[in-house]
Each structure stands twice: as structure tokens, then as C-alpha cells.
């Protein structure tokens, strides 16, 4: 018997619900109801889960965070934040209460539960040998996970039904989150605060025993506490005007450079206006080097203006004036690093002047842009000018002082002058690291060399007057050096009285290349002729794991966070969380020499993934694979072909260049699930997450069956790695990104192909 769905609409506007609940909790965003008030503040707010965030932020102490997972009475029961919550696993299966048979998914919420208020649930039946030990953080289950049982379609059906789609695609108000059951592991989770661990904090402790990593699938929704408008996308920058004396200013400097370029391409100040736009829309966000705010286009150098106007002009969809503009750029900054610092007598040591130093940031910063344009074709420029070019910026790096940053005064534009050259410096590390995830060279600069602080929070970095700078600036702590933060990361103890507790946008970028770089040179090191393995140690993955859960911690207490690549804040933090997937998967497969870009070959790259990498059943896997899974399902509930069109296009290279590990790890974890009687049987675990993989397929594919899909032990494999190849055939704007697609296709049509 069909059961009649039933539709709850608001009577103040057209949308309807398909729970009461979820019509009741809109419709207090008509009423500006707050019936949540805090029992420490006279604050109040509209929903459970930003109540919880609040008691969270502004009543909890560390060593109180970390004892959440410590079982109490119903007046005292932890609050779970939502990067802890798919971290929750438990010892014993325990037997649901009515409510837990009917998870609730609330899209956005941080902490979920039946209650909506995200508390951990612990059932009458729990018996206390079952109980989670005092001081544990992750191991209660949660009700929203509902309790181990078969498999049932329906639930994700109410999965997708239980979420209205957001008025701005991927803002936070829009987590996806499917029922899935508490991993259950033999040993107990890394981040334990008992007495024993304490006196043995030498030991090597297992795996975290986490659903996911906890940055994984649930990411906390960072909108205002007291927001009840829609999420406000980040606004479009203003536009960059190239006046004719400006114009005129570049015409009459390239005269000095007539025997490297003697009949230079100058656009139309319209056009250079046009390129130079193109840059701040397209990429400035995604590496935000320059201040803005005091930006003048009449007084930067002549290498990086023609720089920045080619990298513009990529972003404008004008590749022949992007070329012409490359080649004229890259002939006047190499020709002005031989005059201005090669074949010079040494100085004596002395602090620059303002203008020198300034010009060898801007030539720095006009290498990095020349880099970027050439990396990412296999010709028109080659990949190989990038690889060039990286050597002459890394030396000019050095040659400046890796360390050194301008001495300031305490005003705005001295910090600024010491802001902009740390930042270009963390850029330039990072741009090198994405080379050795990339192409598999060595890093040229290595995380051990950087001795200076994190940058600084993008609210300060973008204010507009020296008051706003000053007003931003005493609201936040000073910036830590990154060696203390990275050492921080891998901190055991979480009591630490040292221990990380945030970081900014751009700091959690930086500090997630610089385990990415750890993870890779590990790896290079296991491969050496006198080890017996080429696969981490179980002691070296679970220091990584460590430091990525703690990293994850940190990434949740930043306030400008966010999973929205539009956010007002920029799409670092975004980015940041692609990385993140990345850094664990690399931890479970060594992708780094199976890639093979710089084949530029879609079959031999396809080819290669399929014979050098191999994966084997763990636990480990299973939660990478979940992980993955669910990177997938954001874009399927949105519409794989609108997603593709509309938003991938405008996001940083690197998402792409970490989707298609996802998607290869995935298919890789499918491939020996779906084998006939497999052996030992699939665990508890990956049959839900198999079905929930079919589950997803079928939605994106329809009229296919699970018999189908199952027929072999690749087909649906095959398909899986087909939906993420089409998030990267549109028409984008660099080769790389395409290559990705064609060779994800190219990967699926060998699983297709009989032996």
C-alpha cells in the first residue's frame, strides 16, 4: 500500500515542507520568533542548532569541548558540534527509540538529532557496560545516524525530500547528510582524555574512530547566530578603470624593454580595463595577495600590470589576447630580473628602500601570475614555461630574504606593505605545493623553512580605512607563528595549554598544504629502495589523522569559515575543505605517481590510475570512501549538468584537482565491494554505504536498476566515475580542468571494456 505523501505549506509564502517540523521552523524566519534562549545569556535564537553553537563558542571551556562524548543525565547532555558529530562511533549497537527509527535531516543545522537540537541520545536499553566511558569524545551514537538495520530506499528518499533547496546553491543553509550507522572499532579513539593515555602519551594510538573525517560531510553552518535572512553571497568587486594616461604611462615603459619586445601588443584601455577586471573577478579571491582597498593601477610596475592583465584576460574568456599579453609580459619580467637582480655585486646588509622592496614584491607577484597562466595547458604556453618560471620565482624568493618582511610602524599602510609580501610569500608556497600535487616534482620550498606568522583574517585584510582596520584589528588575537601552529596541529595532548584553537581563512589553506607536503614527502620516503613497504605505518597515518581532526577543529572556531565558495569572506575556507579530502585519501593511496598529467593523455592518465593504484578493504577506506561519496551527492541533489554549467567553473583548479581522486578512490572502494561473495563478507558499514551509493546513482541515472548496477563488479564503478566526469566537460577556462574530465571518462570506459 502506497502511502500518501503528505505537504505542509506556509501560509505566508508559496513554499511547502514535507514535515510539520520543518514548516514550524520556517516559519519562525516569518515571525522572528525565538524560542531558544540560553541559560547563561539574554541571548535567544530560532533554532536548537545555533542555540547549541552559541553555548558552544561563548559558555564552553577546552577542557570542557572535551568531554562532550561523557554520558550524563538529560539536564546535562553534551552538546556535539557538527564537525565532531560524523566523528561519533560507538562500542555496542544500541536499540533505537521510536524517535531514532524516524532520523530527522535538517539541512544547514551543525548538530542534529531527534530533538533538533543536535544532543546526543542514549537510549534506556544501554546497559552500563555498553555506556561510553567517561571522557570519550567520540563514542555516542546519534539518533539522527538512526540504529544499525537493513538498508531501506525510503530513507533516502526522505533524505532528499526532508531538504528545501536554498535560495543561493551551495550556501550553508544546505548540508546534505544521509543515514548512515556508527562505524564500530576495536580500539579506543585517538582523542581520549583518560588518566591513561595521559601517562603514556608516548604510545601510538589508533585511528580516530571517526564515521568520517570530521571536516568530511557535515561542515557547521556559519551564518550569524541571530541571522534569519538568506545567506548573502560575496558581492561582486568593482571594476578596475585603465585611463588613457595610464595607458600611456605602460606604452612609454615598454620602450625601455625594445630589445627583448620590439613591437609589443598594447590592447585598447577598454580591453586592459576588461582584463584587468577579469583578475580581481577570477582569481585575486582564490589567492588574495593584493590589498585591494589601496590598489592604485597607475603606480605597480610595468611586469606585473601586463601579468595581471594576461592572467585577466584568461578569466575573460579572451585566450588570444591572454597569449599576446603572456608573451610580452613574460619577456619584459625576465628581462627586468637580469637587469634589476642577476649579475650584481652583493650589498652590503641593509633594510631596502620602500620603492625597492616594493618592486621586488611586485616581480614576484608578477612570476606567480605568469606561473598561473602557464601551468595549466599542455601547450599555448606549455606546462613545462610554468615549471620554468617557478625556478626563477623560487630563487627571487630567496634571494629577497624567505623570512624577511618590512619592518612596520604601527600604521595602516606599513602593516599592509608587511601583510601583502607574507602573504605573497604563503601563496608562492602554496602555488609550489599544487605543482607537486599535480605534476609529482619536489616541493621547492618546504614547511620547515617558514618561520613567520599566519596571515591575517580576510575581515581585516579587506577593510577599506585605517578606523576599519584598526576596529577588525582589536577584535582578533595576533597571528600565530606557523611553525607553533603546524607543530600545534600534531599536538597530542588536547589539554595543551600551547594547543592551536583557530586559525583564519588563508591560515587553514596554508597550514593544509603544509600536511599535504608532509603526507607526499612521507610517501617518497617509503618508496626508497631500503624500505619494505611503499604504504604509510600505521604510527605515521595516525600522527596525519591527528593533526587533519585537529585542523578540522580549528576550521570550525574560524568565524568566516564556510562550505560556500561565495561567501563574503572568499573561497579559501572552501577550498581549504577540498584539500582536506584530499590529504585523507592520499593518506589511504599513493595517487601522487599514478596521475600522470604531464602526459597531457587522457587514456595513458586513465591507464595509469588503473594499473599503479591499488586499494585493499579497511576501515581506513571505508570512511575515505564515504567520504568521497558524499562530495558527490551535493552536486547530484543540485543537478550534476547544472552544477557543472553554473558553479564549478568559477572555483579554484585545485577542487578539481581533488575531485578526481575522489572519484577514483571511490570507484577503486567499489570495484572489491561488488565482487560475487566477497571475502571476508562486506561489513556492516560498507553494505550502507554501497546501498547508499546505489541509492545516489539511481537518482542522477534513471531507469537504471540495482540489478543492473550490480551485474559486475565494475559497472557501477564505471557509472559512478562517469557523473564525476561530468562536473568537468563544460567549457572551462583552463585545459586542466577538461583534462580531468576526459580522463575520468576515459578511466570509466576501461571498466566498461571486457579484459
Known amino acids: 500500500m502506497v502511502k500518501a ?23 519562525r524566519s516569518h515571525t522572528k520568533e525565538k524560542p531558544f534562549v540560553c541559560d547563561k545569556c539574554p541571548k535567544s535564537f530560532t533554532r536548537k542548532d545555533l542555540l547549541a553553537r552559541h553555548e558552544r563558542l561563548s559558555h564552553s571551556s577546552p577542557s570542557a569541548d572535551a568531554g562532550r562524548g561523557s554520558t550524563s543525565s538529560p539536564a546535562s547532555r553534551p552538546i556535539f558540534d557538527g564537525l565532531n558529530m560524523l566523528a561519533s562511533a560507538v562500542t555496542e549497537s544500541q536499540v533505537p527509540t521510536p524517535a531514532e527509527e524516524s532520523p530527522q535531516f535538517l539541512p544547514g543545522n551543525t548538530t542534529f538529532g531527534p530533538d533538533m537540537s543536535g544532543v546526543s541520545q542514549t537510549t534506556s536499553n544501554q546497559t552500563p557496560a555498553t555506556a561510553p566511558s567517561e571522557g570519550t569524545t567520540f563514542t555516542e551514537s546519534f539518533g ?34 544521509p543515514l548512515f550507522p556508527a562505524f564500530q572499532f576495536d580500539s579506543t579513539p585517538v582523542y581520549e582524555q583518560s588518566s591513561e593515555r595521559d601517562k603514556d602519551a608516548a604510545s601510538v594510538a589508533t585511528p580516530s574512530s571517526s564515521v568520517l573525517p570530521r571536516h568530511g560531510t557535515q561542515l557547521p553552518s556559519l551564518q550569524p547566530e541571530e541571522s534569519h535572512t538568506p545567506y548573502k553571497a560575496r558581492q561582486p568587486r568593482s571594476s578596475i578603470s585603465v585611463t588613457t594616461q595610464c595607458r600611456e604611462r605602460i606604452v612609454a615603459l615598454m620602450v625601455d624593454y625594445s630589445n627583448v619586445m620590439p613591437n609589443p601588443f598594447i590592447p585598447s584601455r577598454h580591453a586592459l580595463s576588461r582584463c584587468l577586471t577579469g583578475y580581481l573577478a577570477g582569481y585575486h579571491d582564490h589567492y588574495p595577495i593584493k590589498h585591494i582597498p589601496t590598489f592604485n593601477v597607475e603606480e605597480i610596475s610595468l611586469p606585473l600590470f601586463l601579468s595581471m592583465a594576461a592572467l585577466g584576460a584568461q578569466y575573460c574568456r579572451e585566450p588570444d589576447t591572454s597569449m599576446r599579453l ?64 617557478r625556478g626563477v620565482m623560487e630563487t627571487l624568493l630567496r634571494q629577497g630574504g624567505l623570512n624577511d618582511l618590512p619592518i612596520q610602524d604601527g600604521t595602516w599602510h606599513s602593516w599592509i606593505r608587511m601583510e601583502e609580501r607574507k602573504r605573497t610569500k604563503l601563496v608562492v608556497f602554496c602555488f609550489l605545493n599544487i605543482h607537486t600535487i599535480v605534476f609529482d616534482v619536489p616541493p621547492l620550498v618546504l614547511t620547515e623553512e617558514i618561520t613567520f606568522d599566519l596571515p591575517c583574517t580576510e575581515k581585516e585584510w579587506q577593510a577599506t580605512t585605517s578606523y576599519q582596520w584598526m576596529e577588525e584589528r582589536g577584535q582578533v588575537k595576533t597571528e600565530t607563528k606557523f611553525q607553533d601552529a603546524l607543530s600545534s596541529l600534531f599536538t597530542h595532548s588536547p589539554g595543551s595549554k600551547d594547543r592551536l584553537e583557530s586559525f583564519s581563512s588563508m591560515g587553514g589553506y596554508v597550514l593544509i598544504h603544509a ?92 591507464r595509469s590510475l588503473k594499473t599503479n593504484l591499488n586499494v585493499e578493504r579497511s576501515d581506513r577506506l571505508t570512511r575515505a570512501a564515504l567520504h568521497c561519496a558524499h562530495a558527490l551527492s551535493t552536486p547530484i541533489k543540485l543537478g550534476i549538468n547544472f552544477v557543472a554549467h553554473t558553479q564549478v567553473v568559477s572555483w579554484s583548479n585545485q577542487y578539481a584537482l581533488c575531485s578526481l581522486e575522489c572519484a577514483v578512490l571511490l570507484a577503486k572502494w567499489l570495484e572489491v565491494a561488488t565482487v560475487p561473495n566477497p571475502q571476508p563478507s562486506l561489513t556492516e558499514q560498507e553494505t550502507k554505504l554501497l546501498e547508499f551509493v546505489i541509492e545516489m546513482v539511481m537518482e542522477a541515472r534513471h531507469g537504471v536498476s540495482r540489478d543492473w548496477l550490480l551485474a559486475n563488479n565494475t559497472r557501477l564503478s564505471a557509472v559512478v566515475t562517469r557523473l564525476w566526469a561530468r562536473l568537468f566537460t563544460a567549457d572551462y577556462i583552463w585545459e586542466l580542468v577538461n583534462l580531468i574530465g576526459r580522463s575520468l571518462n576515459q578511466y570509466a570506459e576501461i571498466l566498461e571494456s571486457p579484459e
Open 326 to 389: 603572456y608573451l610580452v609580459a613574460k619577456a619584459v619580467t625576465m628581462e627586468h630580473i637580469r637587469r634589476e637582480f642577476q649579475w650584481i655585486v652583493p650589498k652590503p646588509p641593509s633594510n631596502p628602500t620602500i620603492s625597492e622592496d616594493q618592486d621586488h614584491l611586485e616581480t614576484i607577484q608578477a612570476l606567480l601570475m605568469l606561473t598561473s597562466i602557464s601551468s595549466w595547458s599542455e601547450r599555448n604556453p606549455s606546462y613545462s614555461e610554468g615549471l620554468y618560471i
Open 144 to 177: 539522527g545516524f538512526g540504529a544499525p538495520a537493513p538498508y531501506d530506499g525510503d530513507d533516502f528518499t526522505s533524505f532528499l525530500d526532508s531538504i528545501p533547496l536554498p535560495s543561493h546553491p551551495y550556501s550553508p543553509t544546505y548540508q546534505p547528510l
Open 5 to 27: 505523501a503528505r505537504s505542509y505549506q506556509c501560509h505566508r509564502c508559496s513554499r511547502s515542507f514535507a514535515r510539520l517540523e520543518h514548516l514550524q521552523r520556517h516559519d
Open 515 to 606: 600536511i599535504i607536503q608532509n603526507i607526499w614527502l612521507i610517501q617518497k620516503a617509503n618508496r626508497l629502495p631500503d624500505t619494505k613497504t611503499s604504504s604509510l605505518s600505521p604510527a605515521q597515518i595516525t600522527s596525519q589523522e591527528q593533526a587533519l581532526e585537529h585542523w578540522c577543529q580549528c576550521w570550525e572556531h574560524n568565524q568566516e569559515s564556510s562550505i560556500d565558495p561565495f561567501n563574503p569572506h572568499g573561497p579559501l575556507s572552501f577550498t581549504s575543505t577540498a584539500l582536506l579530502r584530499l590529504a585523507y585519501i592520499r593518506l589511504n593511496a599513493d595517487f601522487s605517481s599514478a596521475r600522470r598529467f604531464q602526459t597531457w593523455n587522457p587514456n595513458e592518465i586513465a
